[in-house]
């Protein structure tokens, strides 16, 4: 894993808040997502070729660990870095920050695996430009 994370600038939009006024925690998932799939683009992967070659990538558990909310309007940053969690499955260690003040927002660890044709999980090479 790179000492270095990824890292995504974004602006909260207001259809992402709830009636409080603050970002539905649904949607910090997609965040999360959007910053994975730019990673991947980052390091050369496509996730749609990806999965047009037979290279399923799922997610096989979500912890997020929720610090504050974001406000619409708000500009963050989403950091990503991957390493091999086991012999099949790569976890993504995020960050949500406010853009400004650096202050976390939400810390998460996701877990995917790729399935292969028969719908069993593996590590193909394809993902090792990720490490």
Not at 25 to 41: C, D, K, P, T, V
Not at 91 to 109: N, P, Y
Not at 117 to 130: D, H, I, W
Request: charged share 25%; proline share 2%.
């Amino acid at each position: 894993m790179s000492d270095i994370p990824f890292l995504l600038d974004m602006k909260v939009r207001d259809y992402e808040c709830d009636m409080q006024g603050i970002v539905n925690n649904a949607i910090y998932q997609h965040y999360l997502e959007h910053a994975r799939h730019e990673f991947l683009e980052s390091r050369g992967l496509s996730f749609a070729e990806l999965t047009q070659q037979g290279i399923i990538i799922v997610v096989i558990r979500a912890e997020l660990d929720y610090k504050a909310s974001l406000h619409a309007g708000e500009e963050f940053t989403v950091s990503v870095s991957a390493h091999q969690a086991s012999r099949i499955k790569l976890a993504f260690q995020q960050d949500i920050r406010r853009k400004e003040s650096g202050e976390l927002a939400v810390q998460a660890v996701i877990t995917a695996t790729s399935l292969n044709e028969r719908n069993r999980p593996y590590f193909p090479a394809e993902l090792s430009s990720l490490l």
